[in-house]
């Protein structure tokens, strides 16, 4: 049997206390492929009368749609219902749109004041005890909890941008009459905050990090961090992560903590040489450099 979808598109004013809003999003859709997420998303209703409301959160688009859905043979007819289903559609007039698309531009502004927030680097505090991105890629989970902290606890240049965004999202969910932790306002919360920014050490090396939106049940909105292996000395050179890329590596106690990435080298099991220095005090590393055969420093006393 062929599926049979009637689709009306008419304008009309009705009222829909007697039955639930169902909200689904529809991140930067047309019209047309609103429609068509609808339509399967109404395969998997009961039979009867639906009202289901389609929010493009990044057009700031709500368009709401009667749905009438009627299964062959009834509510008992055993087997997948959801390939049998006539489902007619009737575009309509909902008392909160004009409240949910101003909503969403709300939420859009906030995100938008969020994303530049993170733009740029972000310098950690003269306490910290990752002094250097050597120590922070051998201790990568760690330190990526360490940054998470941070960023959402410390730093007070991202907390009011948080709030405002949060204050939003909630708006936005009371607007729509749906929960906040709901997975439809997870759409909301994700729009667009993806960034990727460096992390600043004290020796002036640097680490990528992406920064992401999450939603905390407790916390509401907070900032997902995922740290990179991608990080370079304070004068751009990169810091190799394994043995296979460390060929043409050069450093110096200018550029990086020396003791720190003399260690980090050793922990990516690369030889490291020297030329002894170190069993004088007044000795300090100075420069390195590595080659087919492992890693060089050279120390000044």
Same mark, same amino acid.
Not at 77 to 102: C, H, N
């Given at each position: 049997?062929?599926?049979?979808?009637?689709?009306?598109?008419?304008?009309?004013?009705?009222?829909?206390?007697?039955?639930?809003? &169902?909200?689904?999003?529809? /991140?930067?859709?047309? &019209?047309? #492929?609103?429609?068509?997420?609808?339509?399967?998303?109404?395969?998997?209703? /009961?039979?009867?009368?639906?009202?289901?409301?389609?929010?493009?959160?990044?057009?700031?688009?709500?368009?709401?749609?009667?749905?009438?859905?009627?299964? @062959?043979?009834? @509510?008992?007819?055993?087997?997948?219902?959801?390939? +049998?289903?006539?489902?007619?559609?009737?575009?309509?007039?909902?008392?909160?749109?004009?409240?949910? #698309?101003?909503?969403?531009?709300?939420? =859009?502004?906030?995100?938008?004041?969020?994303?530049?927030?993170?733009?740029?680097?972000?310098?950690?505090?003269?306490?910290?005890?990752?002094?250097?991105?050597?120590?922070?890629?051998?201790?990568?989970?760690?330190?990526?909890?360490?940054?998470?902290?941070?960023?959402?606890?410390?730093?007070?240049? +991202?907390?009011?941008?948080?709030?405002?965004?949060?204050?939003?999202?909630? =708006?936005?969910?009371?607007?729509?009459?749906?929960?906040?932790? %709901?997975?439809?306002? %997870?759409?909301?919360? %994700?729009?667009?905050?993806?960034?990727?920014?460096?992390?600043?050490?004290?020796?002036?090396?640097?680490? #990528?990090?992406?920064?992401?939106?999450?939603?905390?049940?407790?916390?509401?909105?907070?900032?997902?961090?995922?740290?990179?292996?991608?990080? =370079?000395?304070?004068?751009?050179?990169?810091? @190799?992560?394994?043995?296979?890329?460390?060929?043409? +590596? =050069?450093?110096?106690?200018?550029?990086?903590?020396?003791?720190?990435?003399?260690?980090?080298?050793?922990?990516?099991?690369? %030889?490291?040489?020297?030329?002894?220095?170190?069993?004088? @005090?007044?000795?300090?590393?100075?420069?390195?450099?590595?080659?087919?055969?492992?890693?060089?420093?050279?120390?000044?006393?």
């Amino acid at each position: 049997m062929k599926v049979v979808i009637s689709v009306l598109f008419l304008l009309c004013f009705v009222s829909f206390h007697s039955f639930a809003r &169902d909200v689904i999003s529809c /991140n930067g859709c047309a &019209d047309s #492929e609103m429609q068509s997420k609808l339509k399967r998303y109404a395969q998997t209703k /009961n039979d009867g009368r639906h009202l289901i409301s389609v929010m493009d959160f990044t057009g700031a688009n709500y368009q709401a749609y009667q749905v009438d859905v009627s299964h @062959p043979g009834g @509510p008992r007819d055993p087997g997948p219902r959801m390939l +049998f289903a006539t489902v007619a559609v009737t575009k309509v007039y909902d008392a909160i749109e004009q409240s949910a #698309e101003s909503s969403a531009r709300t939420v =859009q502004g906030a995100m938008t004041g969020l994303r530049e927030s993170l733009n740029g680097s972000i310098r950690l505090p003269n306490d910290s005890s990752y002094v250097s991105a050597s120590i922070a890629l051998k201790d990568s989970a760690g330190f990526n909890s360490y940054v998470y902290h941070v960023i959402n606890n410390d730093l007070s240049s +991202f907390e009011s941008a948080l709030l405002q965004l949060n204050t939003a999202l909630v =708006q936005l969910a009371g607007n729509l009459q749906i929960s906040v932790n %709901s997975p439809v306002m %997870s759409a909301a919360s %994700s729009l667009g905050a993806s960034v990727y920014t460096s992390i600043i050490f004290a020796d002036g090396s640097s680490l #990528e990090v992406q920064i992401q939106t999450a939603r905390h049940l407790q916390k509401g909105l907070i900032l997902k961090t995922t740290t990179t292996k991608n990080a =370079q000395t304070a004068d751009g050179e990169r810091i @190799p992560t394994s043995n296979y890329n460390a060929k043409g +590596f =050069q450093f110096n106690r200018n550029t990086v903590n020396m003791r720190a990435i003399e260690d980090y080298l050793r922990f990516l099991n690369i %030889s490291v040489r020297g030329n002894g220095g170190g069993s004088s @005090p007044r000795c300090v590393r100075e420069s390195g450099h590595c080659d087919d055969g492992g890693c060089s420093i050279t120390w000044k006393c």
